[in-house]
């Protein structure tokens, strides 16, 4: 939850930096501040112009290239996690018992402790084969901006029933990258087909904004209510323009 892909909004950022880039090459005649500046930018002795011409492709392009950011190396210094089975137990084999093949019954407790640099977190796993199974996490990535928990439940033998359900909170508040400057906290729960609800807030301090939209839906009864609401301020990139200009 915490991790999940940015898919196409991902792809476009990707492009952007790269449109970036190119333009911050100082002098399209310096090959070696282009593409390549990873290799031939990289420490290695160079004549005072090609030097000087490096320094400040780095000053005016750095931010634009993750690798160089501090933040992230930082936050990619290292990533690690534990892993905790306190106890399981499984019996195959028996006689006359038709819930699976095995014939057999299960159950068993895992605990997953990440952590890192750029953050940590908790994922914890109970179940009871055939019968009952449960997960909740929770973690922190102040790289990412994503602090939040979430957890579920399922029957598997009722499964197709809709027995299962699950849901969280998730807050952003990213330090880089486009969305800058905008707060999100995400809360959601959700049985099946039965019911599902989502609350989400957000607030853009840098572009003057605050969203608030709930929606909730009943699948069965096709039944739905949505809601939303935004509220506009002065935002601080007006104050800033406007400094600037003086």
């Not at 699976?100 to 084969?129: E, W």
């Not at 973690?139 to 009722?158: K, M, Q, R």
């Not at 299962?164 to 990213?174: D, M, N």
């Not at 935004?230 to 003086?246: E, H």
Request: neutral net charge; proline residues 5%; contains cysteine.
């Amino acid at each position: 939850m915490l991790l999940h892909g940015r898919g196409i909004s991902q792809k476009r950022e990707i492009w952007r930096r790269w449109l970036i880039r190119a333009s911050c090459q100082r002098d399209p005649r310096l090959p070696f501040c282009g593409n390549g500046f990873l290799t031939q930018c990289d420490g290695s002795k160079r004549n005072e112009i090609e030097a000087a011409q490096c320094r400040a492709y780095f000053r005016d392009c750095s931010q634009y290239i993750q690798n160089t950011n501090p933040l992230y190396a930082i936050a990619k210094a290292y990533n690690s996690q534990i892993g905790i089975n306190p106890w399981q137990f499984n019996v195959d084999g028996i006689p006359y018992y038709p819930v699976n093949k095995d014939r057999g019954v299960g159950a068993g407790q895992l605990f997953i402790i990440p952590y890192g640099t750029q953050g940590g977190g908790y994922q914890g796993h109970l179940g009871v084969r055939d019968y009952w199974s449960q997960y909740e996490e929770a973690g922190a990535n102040w790289y990412d901006g994503l602090y939040g928990y979430e957890g579920g439940w399922s029957a598997p033998l009722v499964q197709h029933l809709g027995v299962q359900g699950g849901g969280g909170s998730r807050t952003a508040v990213p330090l880089h990258g486009p969305d800058y400057g905008k707060i999100r906290v995400d809360t959601g729960y959700g049985v099946d087909t039965y019911y599902t609800g989502n609350h989400l807030v957000g607030v853009d301090w840098k572009g003057g904004q605050v969203n608030d939209h709930l929606n909730i839906d009943i699948p069965l009864a096709d039944v739905g209510y949505d809601f939303g609401r935004a509220v506009a301020f002065p935002s601080v990139d007006t104050f800033t323009s406007k400094f600037i200009q003086q």
